[in-house]
DNA sequence: GTCTATACCGTGATAGAC
DNA sequence: GTCTATCACGGTATAGAC
């Protein structure tokens, strides 16, 4: 309702769009508010900096990852665990071209982390529980029985993690491999049961 | 010998350390030049421009990189190939902590290809190169004998290689993992052989 | 409460003196 | 080969219009 919320809104919008584009340094506040429909100055209304504009559009996707990164599996059956975790790649995989905005502005964040305590405190947040649920769903594997409970199973599941993570990356660079075989080979060699025998 | 050289070193490597430390955007020309001993715009004397030092800097990395990825695995031998292979990851982690600066350094460029196509196309040609040789390290593997011969050898030496790369990734965000029981992990997955049998 | 006008300083870059 | 002077543009602060 509010023009007050809708400038807000559109601000928001525009240097999502731009920052992705073109960068935070080389997107200047005076192109956003071009493109929203107002002053310079008029940003300083809403956001005390620059600097907490970018805050806050990392804040509003470290809400949205935290969600994301939780809740699937247990969606997970007995029946088809390995497919259905293959599909989960895939899924991502194609998601990745849908979007292109998203990476590319996560991975900015991820260099200012390496000089902003706040930031990397974050993102090291995001990544532990991005890790614990491949942990959980691979321990959710030992308990539908179609995984060997052994001591390794944590580095199994960070092994699979940083594999779908990097996808990520290599697509970004525009790198043209076969993603999905990739992580067909990840998922393979973490469970070597499904159709295969495992037995000692 | 000559003062020109002398001066052209010393921006380089002045220019490398902050770049690193605090990123090209937030390093001014001004505060090299400061560190360095000149004023700013004897700068422009050695570089066209701040983007061209830049580049400067790129171009050389990436013969450094080119010649690191190719070398090593002819060194590979048949008795300790898993070993070995292990080795040279371990390796990799602890030179992450050794040079801090080339990875701060390095996923800068990455970000840049993202928004620029020819450092998007030298590092496509970085990053084919070294999943390469990851195929060639397996391939080896094969002629040896401690592998065995499957199709998906190439998507296995791809997800070994996302593995090794992310390592470096994420230790740059701080995050304490046991890298080298996940590389132990990847490495396994890949020659289930060693002391287990894997007869079909 | 919502914004514009204006001015300040630091930045990358250029021209020209020494 | 290096500096001084100068420029346009960037983020930022404030005064004040409505």
Same mark, same amino acid.
């Given at each position: 309702?509010?023009?007050?919320?809708? +400038?807000? &809104?559109?601000?928001?919008?525009?240097?999502?769009?731009?920052?992705?584009?073109?960068?935070?340094?080389? +997107?200047?506040?005076?192109?956003?508010?071009?493109?929203?429909?107002?002053?310079?100055?008029?940003?300083?209304?809403?956001?005390?900096?620059?600097?907490?504009?970018? +805050?806050?559009?990392?804040?509003?996707?470290?809400?949205?990852?935290?969600?994301?990164?939780?809740?699937?599996?247990?969606?997970?059956?007995?029946?088809?665990?390995?497919?259905?975790?293959?599909?989960?790649?895939?899924?991502?995989?194609?998601?990745?071209?849908?979007?292109?905005?998203?990476?590319? /502005?996560?991975? &900015?964040?991820?260099?200012?982390?390496?000089?902003?305590?706040?930031?990397?405190?974050?993102?090291?947040?995001?990544?532990?529980?991005?890790?614990?649920?491949?942990?959980?769903?691979?321990?959710?594997?030992?308990?539908? $029985?179609?995984?060997?409970?052994?001591? +390794?199973?944590?580095?199994?599941?960070?092994?699979?993690?940083?594999?779908?993570?990097?996808?990520?990356?290599?697509?970004?660079?525009?790198?043209?491999?076969?993603?999905?075989?990739?992580?067909?080979?990840?998922?393979?060699?973490? /469970?070597? $049961?499904?159709?295969?025998?495992?037995?000692?």
């Amino acid at each position: 309702m509010g023009n007050k919320e809708q +400038t807000f &809104q559109k601000i928001i919008e525009v240097a999502y769009v731009m920052f992705a584009e073109k960068g935070f340094e080389k +997107t200047s506040l005076a192109m956003i508010a071009a493109e929203v429909g107002i002053s310079k100055p008029a940003i300083y209304y809403y956001f005390q900096s620059k600097d907490q504009l970018i +805050t806050y559009l990392f804040d509003e996707l470290y809400k949205v990852i935290q969600q994301d990164v939780a809740v699937d599996y247990k969606e997970l059956s007995r029946v088809n665990f390995k497919e259905e975790l293959l599909e989960l790649g895939y899924k991502s995989i194609e998601a990745q071209g849908k979007d292109p905005y998203f990476n590319k /502005i996560f991975n &900015q964040y991820v260099l200012l982390a390496a000089r902003d305590e706040s930031y990397k405190k974050q993102l090291v947040e995001l990544e532990t529980s991005f890790l614990t649920s491949f942990v959980e769903v691979l321990q959710y594997g030992v308990e539908l $029985g179609v995984l060997e409970d052994t001591p +390794t199973i944590e580095a199994k599941a960070q092994m699979l993690a940083l594999v779908y993570d990097n996808i990520g990356n290599f697509m970004l660079t525009g790198n043209q491999l076969d993603y999905r075989a990739i992580w067909k080979e990840a998922v393979h060699s973490v /469970i070597q $049961g499904g159709e295969d025998g495992n037995k000692r």
